[in-house]
């Protein structure tokens, strides 16, 4: 079989920062009750006009570059987002157009923030079963525009951005080493966009009822994240063979300190083996994954050789996790 792994990757975040002073302005919060809770000081925001697939390209590009391989060769573009551009066509389509990709197909896929690591699965499958050769992964959302700025609970969570990874054939003892995805329906009301659907589409009502922002029943949700982050990461390791002291740096998804602290002491991780960007970012969805994990590349926290752990939980109920040796 051939083995597939992480060739490049590459993030993209906006200019525009919204500290926690900011919110205070806004609603009733402060950067006590706000950084106590969840760990975010600042997050990046989207300038009006600015679009999901804009972040995605530039991750692309990014992760193209890093790799060395031109956008021709790429065979698949999947975008993981629930901001897409619009519903269809596909916001991947669009980034396989803006990027040159012209070899490629391209699809969008909805998993909420565990989308990026059930786009990786895919790749990783495609590239093993020789569908195809060159598979880019991209996880980009503009959670800005789903946000409830009249909600104190939510509003101070969320940011913007974009991460990516080429995904492509490796050498042996290289590579994608097991995955562990998961799902429970039964919990989708916790966390969910109520209307925009065929269930509730779109009029005067549901926009005057704010129906169209994001809604989080925060308590259930912190539970069941707690509780998915660990078994997740667990099986993924047991399937690979690996043990805790295998892990060179685990990247969890950025929703919540208090939830990364609780999976690294839960696995006797010291701090600098666990990438951490919420403080800067905020809860970018999909995308905080690869990001942290670019920005861990990027400053030579991890390379060649090292095991590295993915791990995260989303609306759906959804959750995964996924190791590879860089």
Excluded at 60 to 81: F, K, N, S, Y
Excluded at 232 to 242: D, I, P, W, Y
Excluded at 299 to 318: A, H, Y
Aim: proline share 3%.
């Amino acid at each position: 079989m051939i083995r597939a792994g992480i060739l490049g990757t590459g993030s993209a975040l906006p200019q525009r920062v919204l500290t926690n002073a900011d919110l205070e302005q806004m609603v009733d919060t402060n950067d006590e009750w706000i950084v106590t809770r969840t760990g975010i000081r600042e997050r990046r925001i989207a300038e009006p006009g600015e679009t999901t697939s804009d972040y995605a390209v530039a991750a692309c590009q990014q992760a193209l570059t890093r790799a060395g391989v031109e956008a021709a060769a790429v065979d698949m573009v999947i975008c993981a987002t629930v901001t897409p551009d619009m519903v269809f066509p596909a916001t991947a389509c669009l980034v396989q157009d803006r990027i040159g990709a012209v070899n490629a197909g391209a699809f969008d896929l909805s998993a909420a923030c565990t989308g990026f690591l059930y786009g990786l699965a895919c790749a990783a499958a495609m590239v093993q079963a020789g569908l195809n050769r060159y598979v880019l992964v991209c996880a980009a959302d503009l959670l800005s525009r789903i946000t409830d700025y009249e909600d104190r609970k939510t509003c101070v969570l969320f940011g913007d951005g974009a991460g990516a990874v080429l995904v492509g054939p490796v050498s042996e003892g290289r590579g994608f080493l097991s995955f562990d995805l998961g799902s429970d329906g039964s919990g989708g009301h916790f966390l969910y966009l109520p209307a925009g659907g065929s269930k509730m589409p779109a009029s005067l009502e549901t926009i005057s009822n704010r129906q169209h922002y994001l809604k989080m029943e925060g308590q259930e949700t912190f539970k069941f994240a707690v509780k998915a982050m660990a078994s997740s990461t667990e099986r993924v390791l047991e399937t690979a063979g690996l043990t805790k002291d295998d892990i060179d740096l685990l990247v969890p998804h950025q929703a919540n300190i208090r939830i990364i602290d609780a999976a690294r002491k839960r696995f006797g991780l010291d701090e600098d083996k666990v990438a951490v960007t919420i403080h800067k970012y905020g809860n970018t969805s999909a995308s905080s994954i690869p990001i942290a994990l670019d920005e861990a590349v990027q400053e030579g926290r991890v390379g060649s050789g090292d095991v590295v752990v993915m791990v995260g939980f989303g609306g759906g109920l959804t959750w995964g996790a996924a190791a590879v040796r860089l």
